[in-house]
């Protein structure tokens, strides 16, 4: 059975951003109780500071399942703020593959990329193999902390790919001379 990554994308007011340390330290204790969680980040995004990411790590869907429900008696990030409210986006990912460190590991300077990519349908393999290659060519690039990649367990054409970078310099680095920006989505380390 495949790891699963649960990525809620949220939207926080600069006024509620006290929540976010508070929501961070409860979900940590309650998952730290939960068999197979294997990690929690947060991520922001540099160029929207209002917008931000929060994977979920797990050995497999059955670990997702009982994380869910430990988390059941946590009020959701979106709930708690008083300034605004919108629901989070979430992606269930069936983890393909993952190398080096996880995202839960990295550490507080660095950077992370998000792609998200839509094949034909029936082509998500070859996605796949693409975006692994592309990947195994990362780790050879200073600053390279790790990788995960997979798909959306309901739409499986749909392939999300994750690489942690040691800081925003290295990403940087990493990008090709002519690179689309539209995309990648660059996260900082928040939590």
């Known amino acids: 059975m495949s790891e699963i990554l649960i990525l809620a994308r949220v939207r926080i007011h600069e006024f509620d951003l006290p929540i976010v340390a508070d929501y961070y330290f409860e979900v940590s204790e309650r998952l730290s109780t939960v068999q197979g ?8 995004d540099p160029r929207d500071p209002e917008s931000f990411l929060v994977a979920y790590e797990y050995a497999d869907l059955a670990a997702a ?6 988390l059941t008696e946590v009020r959701v990030l ?5 300034a605004d409210f919108r629901p989070a986006h ?8 993952r190398s080096a460190r996880r995202l839960s590991e990295a550490p507080q300077t660095a950077c992370l990329s998000m792609s998200i990519r839509i094949a034909d349908p029936g082509y998500s393999p ?18 390279y902390i790790g990788s995960v990649y997979g798909t ?9 790919g994750l690489v942690v970078w040691a800081n925003r310099e290295a990403y940087v680095k990493s ?4 690179h689309q920006v539209s995309d990648l989505t660059m996260y900082s380390r928040f939590y």
């Open 152 to 160: 959306n367990d309901v739409l499986e054409e749909e392939v999300i």
């Open 175 to 178: 990008l090709p001379p002519v």
């Open 78 to 82: 979106a709930e708690t703020q008083a």
């Open 65 to 70: 399942e009982r994380g869910l429900v430990a």
């Open 90 to 97: 979430v992606l269930r990912v069936k983890v393909f593959d």
């Open 37 to 44: 969680s294997l990690g929690l980040s947060v991520w922001r």
């Open 126 to 143: 070859e996605l796949l193999d693409d975006l692994g290659r592309t990947f195994e060519d990362l780790q050879y690039i200073p600053g």
